[in-house]
């Protein structure tokens, strides 16, 4: 035996032994030769064996009426994940096991059908229309479908490809403008804001008048769970799920469609049908999209050399000078409009000399006494330019689907991110959705649909107050600038309004979401036409509310920093039975009813907090506040 160290292989010789590294190194070369011709040899030997066994079948698949060519129809080898679509002419081709098998041909809106291979290479397939298309067959209650014609109730149908890649936020906003009937209003216009939704219109005054949602069959929580109080601009809930996951929402408006749901479906219904995997070869889809939004029409205000020509003009119409010529305001006498300006609209120290009142000049860079002897000298800044700013939104999704005729997958991944035209706001959400489904056997069925989500809500103060950001740039002259000469953020010595770039960038504020929805369900088919179904279903929410308000806001400065902490959790637990029958006489008689327990259980539980006097800006965490100035749960 020789054994080569270098290329770890051995060959035996008999009789024979050798001991020159010359012959070790030649006879291990020769082996490896062999070696490899002979792996060469049982390659295509075994790739010969791979073609006698496999062969290819084409053929064009066509509509039976019109005879024109189906794009896209799915063509499975049955039992397997073996598969491909038809091209643009309606042709497919397919390596198929050379002992035959079965070929599954399907396609939206038609029937399927099942055609054996024996011995044929080219197929002729006509698929005929599926009488009971998706436009003519809507879900109803607990996942009943009905023909449209059957329903007496008022229901509106809304496909996902209708509001596929659109740069909406969350399943409420895609019904604006596409359900009748249907009010959608933004309660604000920053990402990730709240959303209402009225199906037949306010129906109470104190209590919610939000529709009920329910995804794939389980009823979810929506609403605001924020307790920030940071006014119109609440959270949304309904922003966790991903609007690209959906396939089709119902609108279930008449409180005949709805009545199966009972109290809960007073304001109406939203069904939310998430996308499933389909049977065929398995698919890979990257999207990706990203745009740019501007606010237009925005006001045009005053410069600053016209603000301060405006206070002169001010008081010189309100004070004419007496006859004596002199500005005479009460018992005070002026030494010029300008001194009398600035110190109604700036408020700096006063000279008085012989009995005529000037003003002392402080050079703070706002609303000095040059500036009114000289308006032409004023600061100018435009607020409008200052706190609106070009968006930008992205999108980008990676999916995963596929199976065969027993089991099928969808693996979705999202990642959403726009930010706010007003500086300061924005909004991001990661996601994850996972759906499974099986079949057992022909009477059997089980399947699951998992979504994960992680929200966060980049928060302003867009209240209509003087600490809006909004108002703010409105009722904050233009000439006073953004900064003072020694870089400090420059104020409205007039008034307590917040500088609108210290409203927009300086506090801290942000919703974080964490959120998981989830469903199981199994399906039994006990005898014909009677299914007895089983959903277990779990909705988690747990929202984290944070903010700080440093010394360089007012509301910080007076109390050196305030922090907000809040938490909520909400876990809704939900368990379905329901047992249906469904038969068909003939062609146009149905017989169809459905008997449904369902039990729910919902824990909420929240708790704020709130503290001032911290050592630093840069220190927000709760904990270090001096004085804890609340603290609920």
Not at 89 to 103: K, R
Not at 301 to 307: D, F, I, N, V
Not at 496 to 505: D, K, M, Q, R, Y
Not at 576 to 599: K, P, Q, R
Request: one cysteine or more; glycine letters at 10%; a neutral charge.
């Amino acid at each position: 035996m020789i054994y080569d160290n270098s290329c770890h292989c051995c060959s035996y010789i008999s009789g024979f032994t050798f001991h020159s590294p010359f012959t070790h190194f030649l006879l291990t070369n020769l082996y490896m030769k062999k070696s490899l011709l002979t792996s060469l040899l049982l390659l295509v030997t075994l790739f010969q064996v791979v073609l006698a066994q496999t062969r290819t079948v084409s053929g064009r698949v066509t509509d039976q009426k019109t005879g024109e060519s189906l794009p896209g129809v799915t063509v499975l080898l049955k039992g397997t994940s073996t598969g491909i679509s038809t091209n643009a002419d309606g042709a497919f081709s397919l390596p198929v096991p050379a002992a035959g098998g079965t070929l599954i041909f399907s396609s939206v809106n038609y029937l399927s059908q099942e055609r054996p291979i024996g011995t044929e290479s080219n197929f002729v397939v006509r698929l005929a229309a599926d009488a009971k298309s998706l436009d003519e067959v809507i879900v109803t209650g607990y996942g009943q479908q009905q023909e449209r014609r059957d329903v007496t109730g008022g229901v509106v149908t809304i496909k996902g490809s209708e509001f596929q890649n659109q740069p909406i936020v969350g399943v409420d906003q895609a019904l604006q403008g596409r359900a009748a009937g249907v009010q959608v209003t933004q309660n604000s216009g920053t990402p990730g804001s709240g959303v209402a939704v009225r199906v037949r219109g306010p129906g109470s005054i104190s209590a919610s008048n939000e529709p009920l949602y329910v995804i794939d069959g389980l009823p979810i929580n929506t609403g605001s769970y924020s307790q920030l109080g940071v006014g119109n601009q609440q959270t949304n809930a309904l922003s966790d799920l991903n609007p690209n996951d959906i396939a089709s929402m119902e609108v279930l408006k008449e409180a005949s469609a709805a009545a199966i749901y009972g109290s809960r479906a007073t304001n109406g219904v939203v069904l939310i049908t998430t996308k499933r995997g389909q049977a065929g070869r398995n698919n890979v889809s990257l999207e990706y999209y990203t745009g740019i939004q501007n606010a237009w029409k925005r006001p045009n205000p005053l410069t600053g050399p016209e603000q301060v020509q405006l206070f002169l003009d001010q008081v010189q119409n309100r004070y004419p000078r007496n006859a004596a010529g002199n500005i005479v305001v009460g018992t005070v006498t002026w030494r010029s409009y300008a001194d009398l300006a600035a110190a109604t609209f700036a408020a700096p120290r006063r000279s008085t000399t012989a009995g005529v009142t000037s003003v002392i000049d402080d050079n703070t860079g706002v609303r000095d006494l040059r500036f009114f002897q000289d308006p032409s000298t004023a600061p100018s800044t435009n607020w409008g330019d200052q706190i609106f700013r070009t968006a930008r939104l992205s999108n980008y999704g990676l999916t995963f689907s596929g199976g065969n005729d027993r089991t099928r997958y969808r693996i979705a991944t999202n990642y959403f991110n726009q930010d706010g035209t007003i500086i300061g706001s924005g909004y991001q959400r990661a996601s994850a959705r996972l759906s499974l489904d099986n079949n057992l056997s022909s009477k059997v069925r089980m399947g699951t649909s998992v979504g994960l989500s992680r929200g966060t809500n980049i928060r302003i103060n867009n209240d209509n107050n003087i600490n809006g950001v909004l108002s703010a740039a409105i009722l904050v002259a233009s000439d006073i600038p953004v900064f003072r000469p020694d870089g400090t953020y420059a104020k409205d010595p007039g008034g307590s309004t917040e500088n609108p770039v210290v409203a927009g960038t300086e506090p801290y504020i942000r919703s974080v979401s964490d959120r998981l929805i989830g469903s199981y369900y199994a399906e039994f088919e006990l005898i014909k036409h009677l299914k007895y179904r089983a959903t277990f279903g779990l909705d988690y929410l747990a929202l984290n509310d944070q903010r700080f308000l440093p010394t360089t806001t007012n509301t910080g400065a007076g109390v050196n920093g305030q922090a907000t902490e809040a938490n909520a959790t909400d876990i809704n637990f939900n368990h379905i039975s329901s047992l249906s029958y469904d038969h068909v006489f003939g062609e146009n008689h149905t017989v169809s009813g459905i008997l449904v327990a369902e039990y729910q259980q919902d824990n909420y539980h929240d708790s704020f907090a709130q503290a001032t006097g911290f050592p630093s800006n840069a220190i927000r965490q709760l904990s270090a506040g001096a004085t804890k100035v609340e603290a609920t749960s």
